[in-house]
């Protein structure tokens, strides 16, 4: 069969989960007064739309910034802003100042999905299509094996399409950054990392590998000669393209101190309903690496959050199909073997004192004992009731053992980057 | 881990597992009536004894299969008590708590074992073909149209029906029969008779077949008919079989003196040629004649607007349609047609058989031609020709032609089953993944020969997509969407029906024409 048809076919398998998870409940579903995201991303259309730009982060009469006050860059708020536009088209008691607050219909929740959906297909899958081709290495059949394990990856189908948000947007223009670095594409990676930075803040966390890849390319150029030129060029691309993006906010100075003030409350716990989105940026790194039989275990962490949305079932089903589905398209356990898993650097550590451990299996192990004690934290929080001593048992159970993976895995990417072995880069990677 | 099963057992396994996990996340999707039909069935075959089953009328949904499937619904029941006891109350009308759809999802979900069974064994039907990569090998693409097939899972799933279990009885029986084991195959049908009675209609392929290739054990060396190698014993034992199931599925009922009853509420008398959507057959383009003939007669004064009856110049779709110009159809007349329609195939196959597959084409003509003259058929049961004729498809390259343009042109008609826009993008993705993915596998598999679409058929099949978009997106805004709101299914019916016709006539000049062969029909 045809590569199209196959990417095509992958493509609309990822389309039709995405949208049936849409069917179920989102944050904050029918629960007043507070609500949830869902609610969040409404009352934003509401804001931006009816009140002028320099009302958007302040707090006034209009605009009450405890309730769902907006606290993500301006290009978040530019793209509630159009989506507002269509609300209005559609029924204007969306985006009512003030009376829609709350508001709740089926054609309304139906109008929030379909904007996901549409930011999904237009920014996130295409640069998932064109990462899978140019970057991932094997036979075009693994190449698109790897293209549908990454569009069905549930954690990002969960948060966007039922619990409710855009990561979409932000993951996907981080991605398209890291394609633009990858295939030479200096200036437009740029663009791309620096308006993902201005759609979510939390992007800062990948910034330092962008800055830092950039700017020893850069002296490896020469600071003195082209290098210096080069670093000139990325400079301004990140100048203008902030300044673009803030300039609504530039004329008055109080402006952008405000809008950075509601980014990084430092008033508040930086991490109270951040967590959600940590994962996010975790993410990322590791569709890189592609050693997606890991994966699975990082959304263990927004298990309590699923159920208080009421997503169970989709949370169920679509761990289950992406394990099955990695672990069959991807053998990823039959491709552990130590080599592979770059575990080198244990290897030297431990032969001194264990030479006959056999790693590559201790990992298999590993993985399959992981996989139990996620199953089984998954079922205790649904099914039992925690103690009356320890209420909030099963979360922090799950926050520990999430905690756990995530200690381990920053450990062993830590090792696997020092080990890299220096490859020429032929950025243009034939297919 | 070493798999321990085969490279194909594991893809088998994956693509099932995959199917049923989709089917469980479209848990939550819009249901029809249907759904409360088959609740109200728990509740009377639960609540209430044997002999009220079919005199019971408190819901208007009253029992209307055979008893074996009233049977399967008592089972059911059981495991629904443990759900929630509501549902069973009878007089609980429309009730549909989530755990009730939790449960009748899951119901049919689990019964598609059933479908996932026949289809491993029609696979093992299937000639083999070795040296081919995974994707390109008949069985896979045979797999994936089965178990994936669009029309089963927006009907069953998201519509609900149990039809995935029913055809897999019927596939199942097939398969047995191309594993010459007919006794098997002949106790299947019965049984699926017996679960739905709609299948009379490809009883007569049954019929003919078994006696013709069964019940005569041996043929002429030019394929003729043998008289003296009849054998009474398979006539006889077959005869048994039969009647025997049918004993079980009936006979409380006859010895209740209830048959008539049982009877009329199996073959109602339903009013109309046509349900409220024309399935896409030969009466869809009849009524359009007649409203294109009465709308020019009126225009070059040939007819009297005053003498023509009102419903049809203003009216759309309706039940009662009432023929102005052309005769009105009577029950009667569709069953002349049908029989007229069907009886070359089954002559074929009494003349010249063709083993199995001599079988299964005429069993795919009776079907259809049942779809295309029937009354009152339902646009559904299009799939009674689709789900059979993709075993064919991955044999012969006529045949996968011909599956291409019935297929989407049948599944294409089932849209408006699904009207809600929140089922509208499900609707098309799985449309979209079914059409390309059947495509491309059958265009690769019969590569050698040129295309397997001539540019007629390949218009008429990208035509659909402007119908699409014209009835689901820009009819809606128009000023005529409420004067004339039965416009696009109006066109949706008789486009497609232009599909199916056409389908249906090629099909019976591959059967009459198909070479016959005939080196040794050894029947047993």
């Known amino acids: 069969m045809e590569n199209w048809s196959l990417i095509s076919l992958c493509v609309l398998l990822g389309l039709t989960s995405r949208w049936a998870v849409s069917f179920h409940s989102y944050s904050g579903a029918g629960k007043p007064p ?66 829609s607050r709350g508001y709740e219909s089926h054609s309304h929740k139906l109008f929030m999905r379909a904007t996901v959906l549409f930011t999904d297909i237009l920014i996130y899958i295409p640069a998932v299509l064109l990462y899978c081709f140019y970057f991932c290495d094997g036979s075009s059949k693994q190449k698109v094996a790897t293209a549908l394990c990454i569009l069905l990856y549930p954690g990002l189908i969960l948060i966007d399409y039922g619990h409710f948000q855009y990561n979409s947007v932000s993951l996907g223009l981080a991605l398209w950054g890291t394609l633009g670095l990858g295939l030479g594409w200096d200036l437009f990676g740029c663009l791309a990392f620096t308006l993902t930075l201005n759609y979510k803040q939390m992007e800062l966390y990948h910034s330092l590998p962008f800055f830092c890849y950039l700017l020893g ?44 003030h509601r980014l990084f409350p430092v008033g508040r716990g930086l991490f109270e309903d951040k967590v959600a989105n940590t994962w996010c940026s975790l993410n990322v790194l590791i569709k890189i690496k592609t050693l997606l039989s890991r994966e699975t275990q990082l959304f263990l962490s927004m298990l309590p959050l699923l159920l208080k949305d009421g997503l169970l079932l989709p949370y169920v089903v679509t761990s289950l199909a992406f394990l099955f589905l990695s672990l069959y398209l991807l053998s990823a356990l039959e491709r552990s073997t130590e080599e592979e898993l770059r575990l080198g650097l244990y290897r030297k550590h431990t032969q001194h004192w264990l030479p006959k451990l056999n790693l590559s299996r201790i990992i298999k192990w590993k993985f399959w004992f992981s996989l139990v004690a996620m199953a089984a934290l998954s079922f205790t929080s649904v099914w039992l009731k925690p103690p009356a001593k320890l209420p909030d048992l099963f979360p922090v159970l799950v926050s520990v053992l999430s905690f756990l993976h995530f200690l381990g895995f920053i450990i062993y990417f830590n090792q696997v980057q020092l080990m890299e072995p220096q490859r020429k880069k032929s950025l243009k990677k034939t297919n | 881990m070493a798999a321990p099963m085969t490279n194909d057992q594991s893809c088998f396994f994956a693509l099932a597992l995959g199917v049923s996990f989709l089917k469980c996340l479209l848990i939550n999707a819009y249901h029809s009536t249907d759904f409360e039909v088959h609740r109200n069935w728990l509740a009377l075959t639960h609540s209430l004894p044997v002999p009220q089953w079919y005199y019971e009328a408190t819901s208007e949904w009253t029992l209307d299969y055979p008893p074996l499937f009233a049977w399967f619904e008592y089972g059911l029941s059981h495991i629904a008590w443990f759900f929630d006891k509501e549902m069973l109350v009878v007089q609980n009308l429309n009730y549909a708590s989530p755990a009730t759809i939790l449960f009748q999802r899951l119901s049919v979900i689990v019964a598609d074992v059933v479908f996932f069974y026949a289809v491993k064994e029609c696979c093992k039907c299937l000639r083999e073909d070795k040296g081919k990569d995974l994707l390109g090998k008949p069985s896979f693409i045979l797999t994936v149209l089965l178990l994936w097939n669009f029309g089963l899972l927006i009907v069953d799933h998201i519509h609900f029906q149990y039809n995935g279990f029913l055809f897999g009885v019927l596939l199942l029986s097939i398969a047995r029969h191309f594993q010459n084991r007919h006794f098997e195959g002949a106790l299947l049908f019965s049984v699926l008779f017996n679960l739905k009675h709609i299948y009379l209609y490809i009883a007569p392929a049954y019929g003919i077949y078994l006696l013709r290739c069964f019940c005569f054990t041996q043929s002429n060396a030019d394929g003729s008919l043998q008289w003296r190698s009849f054998s009474v014993v398979r006539l006889v034992t077959l005869g048994t079989i039969v009647l025997s199931t049918f004993a079980v599925s009936f006979g409380p009922f006859i010895a209740l003196g209830q048959l008539p009853q049982v009877l009329s509420r199996l073959f109602p008398f339903k009013r109309g040629l046509c349900h409220a959507y024309w399935a896409p057959n030969i009466w869809a383009l009849y009524n359009i004649a007649d409203k294109a003939f009465s709308i020019l007669g009126v225009k070059f004064k040939l007819l009297d607007i005053n003498k023509l009856p009102k419903a049809s110049m203003t009216g759309g779709l309706v039940q009662e349609f009432q023929h102005s110009v052309l005769p009105s159809v009577s029950p009667l007349a569709t069953l002349v047609c049908t029989l007229l329609s069907i009886l070359p195939a089954l002559f074929r196959i009494w003349h010249r058989p063709n083993g199995a597959r001599g079988f299964l084409r005429c069993l795919v003509i009776c079907a259809l031609g049942s779809f295309m003259f029937g009354w009152h058929v339902h646009e559904k049961a299009i799939l009674m020709a689709i789900l059979p004729l993709s075993l064919l498809a991955v044999e012969s390259r006529e045949e996968a032609r011909i599956f291409l343009i019935l297929s989407i042109t049948g599944h294409y008609s089932l849209f408006p089953l699904l009207f809600t826009t929140q089922e509208l993008p499900i609707k098309i993705f799985l449309m979209l993944l079914f059409t390309i993915f059947s495509l491309t596998s059958l265009k690769t598999l019969f590569r050698k020969g040129g295309a397997l679409l001539n540019p007629l058929e390949a218009t008429y099949l990208l035509g659909l997509i402007p119908l699409e978009l014209i009835c689901e997106f820009v009819y809606p805004l128009t000023v005529w969407q409420k004067t004339f709101p039965f416009l696009p299914l109006m066109l949706t019916s008789v486009y497609c029906a232009l599909g199916v016709t056409y389908a249906f006539i090629r099909l019976y000049i591959s059967l009459l024409t198909c070479s016959d062969n005939t080196k040794k029909i050894k029947t047993q």
């Open chain 1, 34 to 99: 507070i609500f949830g995201d869902y609610e969040a991303q409404r009352h934003w259309q509401e804001v931006t739309y009816n009140l002028p730009v320099h009302e958007w982060y302040f707090n006034n009469t209009n605009n009450d910034l405890n309730y769902w006050g907006l606290d993500y860059p301006p290009l978040t708020a530019y793209h509630s802003l159009v989506c507002a536009y269509v609300a209005k088209l559609l029924n204007p008691e969306w985006v009512e100042l003030h009376a």
């Open chain 1, 217 to 260: 390319k850069c002296i490896k150029q020469g600071l003195t000669g082209r290098g210096f030129f080069h670093l000139v060029k990325i400079s301004m691309t990140v100048l203008v393209t902030f300044a673009l993006c803030w300039m609504p906010f530039l004329s008055d100075p109080k402006q952008p101190l405000q809008v950075l």
